[in-house]
């Protein structure tokens, strides 16, 4: 799941926002893009990031309080420091020392899609209420509103679905509307923004369109906007269900970043959390 969101990441962040253009030309699956801030070809960004700090937690079973999920946030942005987070909240990161000091400087009123994009490792959680309890739990921590806090529930629920074979794609949305806040709708067309629920929706359309991962890149990307988070948690979530062809690119994996927190530790992390499943 972890390699696959952080392919996702690391491609769709080279059209992120992009000009119409860019997408017309390059999203043709044949090589990773430069990201407008800089960002280089073939590194994910903070949609990963914050993923892996969600999964260390999950995995170390310590307990799932707000001051352990903050002290991996600003743990795991300390050890990487890397672009991608929204300008505000990067500031914020960098002059706290931990995750008490982020809870006490934060201000959490947003609706935007920063506690979505962290929640499909969340789907390993075999009870739908302990999921939707940390999902929320999370969420509370950047994201205190009721558009932030469904929307994770969502991405959890949605990874939950395909991870434990609750059912065909074509069902997704309505066990994700059945159990979480809020009606999802799967027929989004046209830019994705930061907002929390047009996110999901967006993620639940590729779910049910696409019959392969490739499909998964091509049409999420096509979209415009916000268009990293939308490839990640789509691709995170469809990797492992067995219900989408498994035909990416070998340069996707060949080209993703290296280093300490790059492909292998990825491969590694996402075993360690595949190991929690019931």
């Known amino acids: 799941m972890l390699l696959a969101l952080a392919i996702g990441d690391a491609y ?6 992009a000009p119409r253009e860019k997408i017309d030309q390059h999203n043709k699956l044949t090589g990773y893009q430069q990201h407008g801030l800089g960002i280089k070809a073939g590194c994910y960004t903070d949609d990963t990031q914050m993923s892996l700090a969600i999964s260390e937690l999950l995995i170390s079973k310590a307990p799932w309080t707000k001051t352990n999920i903050a002290n991996h946030f600003v743990a795991c942005y300390k050890r990487d420091r890397r672009l991608g987070y929204s300008s505000g909240f990067q500031a914020l ?9 982020l809870l006490e400087q934060i201000n959490p009123n947003s609706s935007r899609n920063g506690a979505a994009m962290r929640a499909a490792p969340l789907g390993v959680l075999a009870d739908i209420e302990t999921l939707l309890h940390y999902a929320k739990l999370q969420a509370q921590v950047t ?3 009721p558009e932030a806090i469904e929307s994770a529930q969502a991405i959890a629920l949605a990874a939950h679905y395909m ?3 609750r059912g065909d794609k074509a069902g997704l949305s ?11 709708d799967d027929n989004w067309h046209g830019e994705v923004p930061c907002s929390a629920w047009e996110t999901v929706n967006a993620v639940l359309t590729l779910l049910k369109n696409a019959d392969s991962l ?3 890149l091509l049409m999420g990307v096509d979209f415009g906007g916000d268009v990293d988070t939308v490839t990640a948690l789509a691709l995170a979530i469809a ?3 067995g219900q989408y062809q498994a035909d990416l690119p070998a340069f996707l994996a060949k080209n993703l970043e290296a280093g300490p927190f790059g492909h292998d530790y990825l ?12």
């Open 12 to 17: 769709g962040a080279g059209f992120e926002f």
């Open 93 to 101: 990161l960098d002059s706290v020392n931990d995750g008490q000091e």
């Open 143 to 145: 994201h205190d509103t």
């Open 163 to 165: 991870l434990y074979q």
């Open 174 to 184: 309505a066990f994700v509307s059945q159990h979480g806040g809020g009606f999802w």
């Open 214 to 216: 490739s499909a998964l």
């Open 239 to 241: 990797s492992e269900s």
């Open 267 to 278: 491969a590694a992390l996402s075993r360690q959390l595949m190991a929690l499943k019931a």
